[in-house]
Nanobody, 120 residues
Framework: QLQLVESGGGLVQPGGSLKLSCTTS????????IGWFRQAPGKEREEIAC???????KYGDSLKGRFTISRDSAKNTAYLQMNSLTPEDTATYYC??????????????WGQGTQVTVSS
């Protein structure tokens, strides 16, 4: 069973940056597409970005340019670099995975989420 673990969330001031990590143990993520999503209270889940096993990326229209998805196979970890954060970015951020060669519309495995709070 693939268990994803996110880390790197926390409290950051407006205009700041955070880098989230998503990893697992015991299973290689090499052949998995990895996705990052977020959900704020009272709002629908929003897709942020996806990266395939060979590094192709896909971004949600509203966030491309401030957020960057990447992965490091040697560390079995995917990342989400978030810059120029605003209070509207406050949400729980989730990573997801699916054993597939392209960025899918649905993912099979989900982490527990990490909270990001942007506030002064």
């Amino acid at each position: 069973q693939l268990q994803l673990v996110e880390s790197g969330g926390g409290l950051v001031q407006p205009g700041g940056s955070l880098k989230l990590s998503c990893t697992t143990s015991g299973i290689s993520l090499d052949r998995y597409a990895i996705g990052w999503f977020r959900q704020a209270p009272g709002k629908e889940r929003e897709e942020i970005a996806c990266i395939t096993f060979n590094g192709r990326t896909k971004y949600g229209d509203s966030l491309k340019g401030r957020f960057t998805i990447s992965r490091d196979s040697a560390k079995n970890t995917a990342y989400l670099q978030m810059n120029s954060l605003t209070p509207e970015d406050t949400a729980t951020y989730y990573c997801s995975a699916r054993h597939i060669s392209y960025c899918p519309s649905e993912f099979d495995h989900w982490g527990q989420g990490t909270q990001v709070t942007v506030s002064s």
